[in-house]
């Protein structure tokens, strides 16, 4: 079984920044990709950003590409996504995700809400 533990979520004003992370833990295979979703009020699930566990590679949903950056730690077995620029619009709660060979699992979520 794999745990998920996010961390960093909170309020900031548009155009600031916020560093989210998760930590796994329990059983985890090589190979796996490991990034966030987010949900808004109202709107499905979407996912934000991905990494692979051996090559790095990434990716960045659309609206967020240019302001935020996943990055990890491989020996911690931690992701982190870096926040810049934010806008209202990225308010939501974020999920952290973790898929391999064996399935698919959740963090609890932390909430980031942008506003003036």
């Known amino acids: 079984q794999v745990q998920l533990v996010e961390s960093g979520g909170g309020s900031v004003q548009p155009v600031g920044s916020l560093t989210l992370s998760c930590a796994a833990s329990?059983?985890?295979?090589?190979?796996?990709?490991i990034g966030w979703f987010r949900q808004a009020p109202g709107k499905e699930r979407e996912g934000v950003s991905a990494?692979?566990?051996?090559?790095?590679?990434?990716y960045y949903t659309d609206s967020v590409k240019g302001r935020f950056t996943i990055s990890r730690d491989r020996a911690k077995n931690t992701v982190y996504l870096q926040m810049t620029t934010l806008k209202p619009e990225d308010t939501a709660v974020y999920y952290c995700?973790?898929?391999?060979?064996?399935?698919?699992?959740w963090g609890q979520g932390t909430q980031v809400t942008v506003s003036s």
């Open positions: 990494i692979t566990s051996t090559d790095g590679n990434t």
């Open positions: 995700n973790l898929a391999e060979i064996r399935g698919n699992y």
């Open positions: 329990g059983f985890i295979t090589e190979y796996y990709v």
